[in-house]
């Protein structure tokens, strides 16, 4: 399940070519289980039919045929109120400065002026309408009100030239349609949590690095949970072949060293810690300048304990006055409970979740967690097999219980 499930959005749609990637966006929207009713502007009916849109949505797509009709009165009001989301994408320069002004000539202009909820706008338009003073003032304008924005792009403009103008992708809007609904109903609303994710690489000589077999996979998903309960997030990431979870900011690590120094400069201005990466423990004491070559014989790498990011965070602890909680992750192939207690306290937890890799359908790569929580007061929780979005869930439902 995902923040859209269940929520009525409100797609809006203008006069661009753009118009077409609103059908990709309204399948998608529906596809994450959202109820999705559309409104046509007069010139997005130039470029793409309502029928395009019932047809993903499953539901009406309104134009400004009904405006005039015998449920328009409650059409334009009832449609705003009972959303939980008005996205317009593509928005156009015409559709901002509209807003802007509060102008309410078309169903979906009159609906933006009715409704109370979020409105998230993409907009789509040349690269001179987008620079343009009066399109710079309308944009300033709604974001004052509390307008969000996705895009626009650089790229190819149905001008034929290259500029910013492009819509943002369908993939990004939905992905930002999350942030702003975590923002509106969320219990982390105004919180900052930093997030580490996947492994770490230890470099040997220039080419070899010594690294696991972490994906990244719970740590992408927590960040994925935390936007959607409106939390600002700053994920800290080994490379991974996974997309970072639009909305969070993306600080890219490759060895300890680096995450250690990415986590203290940004937990300062945290609420909460949660260090889902599987840091290494060892790194190469002396790196190799140069390549090291077979006719030299087998090396033999000497190793030094690496940094431990949580005990210097410990450490810190005092001074980082915004911090209330810290949660760690414990990869535990034996003794499971006895040694995530031992990390708990050792590391000055308020949580620690033990993963047992062990088992076939845990740890690395999986798609699912077998975890328990361990919590400072003594209190446990067994989770039973759950997909790691699942677990992503249930952390951070016990997070924001501390930091409410
Ligand atoms: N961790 C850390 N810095 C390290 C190693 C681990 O901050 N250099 C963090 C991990 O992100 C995790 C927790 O400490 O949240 C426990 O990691 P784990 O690898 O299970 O335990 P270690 O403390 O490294 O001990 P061991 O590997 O001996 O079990």
Redesign the pocket.
């Known amino acids: 399940m995902s923040i859209l499930t269940g929520k009525r959005i409100l797609l809006g749609i203008t006069g661009s070519i753009a118009a077409y990637k609103g059908a990709d966006l309204a399948s998608k929207l529906t596809q994450a289980g959202a109820l999705v009713d559309t409104i046509l502007s007069p010139g997005a009916e130039k470029f793409i039919s309502p029928l395009t849109f019932q047809s993903v949505t499953g539901r009406k797509a309104f134009t400004d045929a009904e405006l005039w009709g015998g449920e328009a009165h409650v059409l334009h009001i009832g449609l705003g109120h009972s959303a939980d989301l008005l996205i317009i994408a593509p928005g156009t320069a015409n559709t901002l400065a509209k807003l802007a002004n509060g102008q309410a000539d078309t169903l979906l202009t009159i609906t933006a002026l009715a409704t109370e909820c979020p409105i998230l706008i993409a907009p789509a338009m040349d690269g001179g309408m987008y620079a343009h003073p009066a399109t710079q003032r309308n944009l300033r304008t709604l974001a004052e009100r509390g307008v969000s924005f996705v895009g626009p792009v650089t790229g190819h403009l149905a001008s034929g030239l290259i500029g910013v103008g492009r819509m943002a992708d369908p993939h990004e809007i939905a992905g930002m349609a999350k942030v702003v609904l975590g923002r509106s109903l969320g219990r982390l609303h105004g919180k900052q949590i930093v997030i580490?994710a996947g492994g770490s690489q230890e470099p040997i000589d220039p080419v070899r690095v010594i690294t696991n077999h972490s994906s990244g996979k719970q740590g992408y998903a927590l960040a994925q949970a935390a936007l959607e309960l409106g939390a600002e997030v700053t994920l800290i990431s080994h490379p991974t072949a996974l997309s970072a979870p639009v909305g969070a900011q993306l600080v890219m690590v490759n060895t300890?060293a680096e995450m250690?120094a990415a986590v203290l400069s940004t937990v300062e201005q945290a609420d909460a810690l949660i260090?889902?990466?599987?840091?290494?423990?060892f790194r190469v004491k002396k790196v190799a300048e140069n390549k090291l070559k077979k006719q030299d014989g087998i090396p033999q790498i000497e190793l030094e304990a690496?940094?431990?990011?949580?005990?210097?965070?410990a450490r810190h602890r005092s001074s980082l006055t915004r911090l209330k909680a810290v949660?760690?992750?414990?990869?535990?192939s034996r003794d499971l409970l006895e040694?995530a207690q031992a990390?708990l306290f050792s590391?000055k937890l308020d949580f620690?979740a033990a993963n047992d890799i062990s088992a076939q359908d845990a740890g690395f790569a999986v798609e699912t967690n077998r975890i328990t929580l361990l919590f400072a007061d003594g209190k446990r929780e067994i989770l039973p097999l759950l997909t790691k979005n699942e677990v992503a869930d249930i952390i951070l439902a016990r997070l924001a219980a501390i930091l409410e």
Do not use: R
């Open positions: 580490t300890v250690l260090m889902a990466a599987a840091v290494a423990d690496a940094p431990d990011i949580l005990a210097t965070v949660v760690g992750f414990a990869a535990e040694n990390k590391k620690i």
